[in-house]
């Protein structure tokens, strides 16, 4: 029977002073978070620490006796995530409870050691797996935050212009993955209906690189869009993607395909039946605007 | 029996699918559809999807199919008013419908028979 749950019960004021004291003179960031808020999260951990080990399980910290130190861990990390704190640091917060605990444990086990050998042991195998937990929740808030941005780049980045009565504009910027080809083809679809546009021009000019996948993603959306009853034009083709496409061996089937935007722009007007002329005297400032094309 | 009716307007048919079609509808559609066309001499067939939500892939087939022996009994189909969720699983069917024609109302539907009407049967997408 192992000695922890009945020291940590009679000693915790002890053990929790020595634990403050330990991490204010090392790891504590007064920058970030407050001494009070500081004190009050040691002490509700290792009051929540007795608790679960008074259940005598003190390996398996995936049981329920734990549940509610793994929710206070996670919610500490969690926090601790947002508010800036490097991993060590939040890791610390827990493994910095070894020296202070140890020091309590060689003083009521004084003279025996093999059995203070196998009481530390424990201790440092609760403390590890406690201290890996905090870690690894701290990263998997971590993975969140990264998740939720890119989430909100992907919205961003994919606007749809109307340029004319009937005629889009997708420009899209950065590279097209599955994801973000899903959010460009909703995006698209949606506006063909809401604008009732029969031409939607797909600019490519700041996509990276076109694979094969991204040429499939592109065929995907001109499809789609088909399927509604607009037509796609692909532009912004550079040179070395024309080349790349080409070497790829991917078929653009009946897709059109024009070097620039203004090309494109070109094509539309004329499959929706309007015409650009160039005058001598600007009649009006949009077209003025365009007759530089 | 439940039928999906088929309308006649000079010389094209009018189909407006406002039930959620299953196998059996389709088929029975596909028959309806290739009798009336022979019966009328239907020049252009307009199918309105528009209050289609879902499609599975044998639906998508029934349309490509429709509109093929539409083709071959020489009349022109278009189908208008496909969902952008339809179309989004129609494309991840891998059912591009080639050779069906679209677009994305009735009216537009109507101007693109007219022309491919006028100008004689081939592809003119608008």
Redesign the interface.
Request: positive net charge; glycine residues 14%.
């Given at each position: 029977m192992s000695k922890i749950p009945q020291l940590l019960r009679e000693n915790e004021q002890t053990i929790l002073a020595d634990w403050i004291k330990e991490m204010t003179s090392g790891t504590r960031r007064s920058d970030l978070i407050t001494e009070q808020e500081f004190k009050q999260q040691a002490s509700r951990f290792l009051q929540l620490l007795q608790e679960a080990v008074q259940s005598g399980e003190l390996t398996n910290i995936n049981a329920a006796a734990f549940g509610q130190i793994r929710d206070f861990l996670a919610n500490v990390s969690t926090s601790r995530a947002r508010q800036g704190f490097t991993p060590t640091e939040t890791a610390s917060f827990v493994f910095s409870l070894k020296h202070p605990f140890g020091s309590q444990l060689r003083k009521s086990i004084q003279g025996n050691a093999d059995e203070l050998y196998s009481e530390t042991e424990t201790l440092n195998n609760l403390i590890d797996r406690l201290g890996l937990f905090t870690a690894e929740t701290f990263i998997k808030s971590r993975e969140e935050i990264i998740v939720r941005q890119q989430r909100d780049m992907l919205e961003l980045s994919t606007p749809v212009v109307k340029l004319w009565e009937g005629i889009l504009a997708l420009p899209l910027i950065g590279t097209l993955d599955s994801a973000r080809t899903?959010v460009v083809?909703?995006t698209l679809?949606?506006r063909?209906?809401e604008t009732?546009?029969?031409v939607a021009i797909i600019d490519i000019t700041g996509v990276p690189t076109v694979d094969t996948l991204v040429a499939q993603h592109l065929i995907?959306t001109v499809?789609?869009?088909?399927?509604?009853?607009?037509?796609c034009i692909i532009s912004g083709i550079r040179p070395q993607i024309a080349q790349t496409i080409v070497h790829l061996g991917v078929r653009l089937g009946d897709i059109t395909t024009k070097a620039t935007l203004a090309d494109a722009f070109l094509v539309a007007l004329e499959?929706?039946?309007t015409s650009i002329k160039k005058g001598m005297a600007a009649p009006a400032p949009v077209f003025a605007h365009n007759s530089t094309l | 029996m439940e039928r999906i009716p088929i309308l006649q307007m000079g010389e094209f048919l009018l189909v407006t699918i406002q039930v959620d079609m299953h196998d059996r509808l389709a088929l029975t559609l596909q028959d309806d559809l290739t009798a009336k066309i022979v019966a009328v001499s239907a020049r252009g067939v307009l199918i309105d999807i528009s209050s289609l939500e879902i499609v599975d892939s044998f639906i998508g087939r029934m349309l490509a199919n429709i509109a093929a022996m539409s083709r071959i009994l020489d009349a022109a189909t278009v189908v208008v008013g496909m969902k952008p969720a339809v179309a989004i699983t129609l494309v991840e069917l891998g059912l591009s419908l080639t050779g069906v024609r679209t677009a994305l109302n009735m009216e537009k539907g109507m101007e693109l028979l007219r022309a491919a009407r006028g100008t004689g049967i081939g592809y003119t997408a608008y």
């Open positions: 899903q083809m909703e679809l949606q063909v209906v009732g546009s029969v995907k499809t789609a869009a088909r399927l509604m009853g607009a037509d499959r929706t039946g | -």
